[in-house]
Structures are given as structure tokens and as C-alpha cells.
Antibody, heavy 126, light 107 residues
Framework: QVQLVQSGAEVKKPGSSMKVSCKAS????????FHWVRQAPGQGLEWMGG????????HYAQKFQGRVTITPDKSTSTVYMELSSLRSDDTAVYHC???????????????????WGQGTMVTVSS | EIQMTQSPSTLSASVGDRVTITCRAS??????LAWYQQQPGKAPKLLIY???DLQTGVPSRFSGSGSGTEFTLTISSLQPDDYGSYYC?????????FGQGTKVEIK
């Protein structure tokens, strides 16, 4: 069973960048896609983007295009999410989540998020 | 991008009630629809995938149905531990967009 462990809470200044990490345990790093989902205080879940590490493909939500970058480090089974030009409304809990990339027949398939990290609180404040 | 719309935004029900939450997609997503439960301070938990498949370990009082653009999550008999927010999510295309959520309160 893959588990996801995220980096700790951060406080950032407006206009700066943040970089959060998500380390996957187990030996299934290549059989999952990894995503970033954020949740502002009192608000809903917002998908930011995801990476399919075995294919090297990355997909971003239109809202975050140009401001978010998701990268993998296969040597450490870690995925990073960097968000630039931070604003106060980027204050949120950032979750890493994983979705299996193969269906029961062994073919590629998009799937739901069956594993989640513990979340990382990022506060943007001057 | 495909947009997901849930209703209602909030609901209050008693233990034992049958509860239904609806999710609509802005275009057809076949059955690539998931439902999650999130309780305060916790990460979301997958309940249903492929519109109607129950995730391992999830109680059978939860069920999902629908295809195309209309989907429902049903809790057959609401239990005290079912409080929290519920989210639908589509994963038909290379985007995994969520609905805005439904907050479930126990009377």
C-alpha cells in the first residue's frame, strides 16, 4: 500500500513562491499518478494539476496554468509542487493525492484518488 | 474544462434517513465519476469510483448511480459518523475536477 508523506507547514510573503513535497512509500511510484489538490479555509476541494510519472506527462487546471509546476524525483519517489506569485488567497491546505494508472486489465486508465497525504498548510501573509 | 455542479449545498437529516446528493457534469463523462467524504481536519476519503463501485472498506449503505452527465450518491440509512462534506469528481479527461461540495449535518 502506497502512503504519501508531505512536507511541513510554511508561511510565505505575497509575491514569493512555495514548493511542497510529497514522498511516496512502497515500490509503486511508477504505477500511480500524483496530484495536488488545495482547500482554502472553509472552502471546497480544488484540483490544481497532476503528473503521470511513468509517462512524464503533466496536466494542470486552467486556473493555475503558468503559475504551478509539478515535478518528480524518481530517485526518491517524491513529487514536488511549486506555486509562484503567491497571493493572500493562496492561503490553503495543499494535499497530495494518488490515483492508480492501470485498470484491472493492465491498460492505462484515469482513476479516482485512493490515497492522500496528510496535507500541508501554507499561509501567505505580509 | 468539464465543470461539476452538486446539489444541495447543505442538507440536514436525522439518523436513519435516506439521503441523496446529485452531481451534474457540463458534458458527458461516461462513468468516470467518484465520490469522496471529508470530515473536518481530515483528508478526503474515497467512497465510490466508476460512478457505482464501492471502495474497499466503505459501508454498503453508501451507493452511487448514474452515467453521462447525471449522478447520485445515496446513503440508505444515515449514521452519526456520516457527517461531513461530500464531493463528486470527474476523471474522464486529463483533468480531475471536483464539484463544490455538499455539507451533511446530522439533526
Amino acid at each position: 500500500q502506497v502512503q504519501l508523506v508531505q512536507s511541513g507547514a510554511e508561511v510565505k510573503k505575497p509575491g514569493s513562491s512555495m514548493k511542497v513535497s510529497c514522498k511516496a512509500s512502497g515500490d509503486t511510484f511508477s504505477s500511480y499518478a500524483f496530484h495536488w489538490v488545495r482547500q482554502a479555509p472553509g472552502q471546497g476541494l480544488e484540483w490544481m494539476g497532476g503528473i503521470i510519472t511513468i509517462f512524464g506527462t503533466v496536466h494542470y487546471a486552467q486556473k493555475f496554468q503558468g503559475r504551478v509546476t509539478i515535478t518528480p524525483d524518481k530517485s526518491t519517489s517524491t513529487v514536488y509542487m511549486e506555486l509562484s506569485s503567491l497571493r493572500s488567497d493562496d492561503t490553503a491546505v495543499y494535499h497530495c493525492a494518488g490515483s492508480p494508472i492501470y485498470d484491472t486489465n493492465g491498460y492505462y486508465s484515469n482513476n479516482a484518488f485512493d490515497i492522500w497525504g496528510q496535507g500541508t498548510m501554507v499561509t501567505v501573509s505580509s | 474544462e468539464i465543470q461539476m455542479t452538486q446539489s444541495p449545498s447543505t442538507l440536514s437529516a436525522s439518523v436513519g434517513d435516506r439521503v441523496t446528493i446529485t452531481c451534474r457534469a457540463s458534458q458527458s463523462i461516461s462513468d468516470y465519476l467518484a465520490w469522496y467524504q471529508q470530515q473536518p481536519g481530515k483528508a478526503p476519503k474515497l467512497l465510490i469510483y466508476k460512478a457505482s463501485d464501492l471502495q474497499t472498506g466503505v459501508p454498503s449503505r453508501f451507493s452511487g448511480s448514474g452515467s453521462g452527465t447525471e449522478f447520485t450518491l445515496t446513503i440508505s440509512s444515515l449514521q452519526p459518523d456520516d457527517y461531513g462534506s461530500y464531493y463528486c469528481q470527474q476523471y474522464n479527461s486529463f483533468s480531475w475536477m471536483f464539484g463544490q461540495g455538499t455539507k451533511v449535518e446530522i439533526k
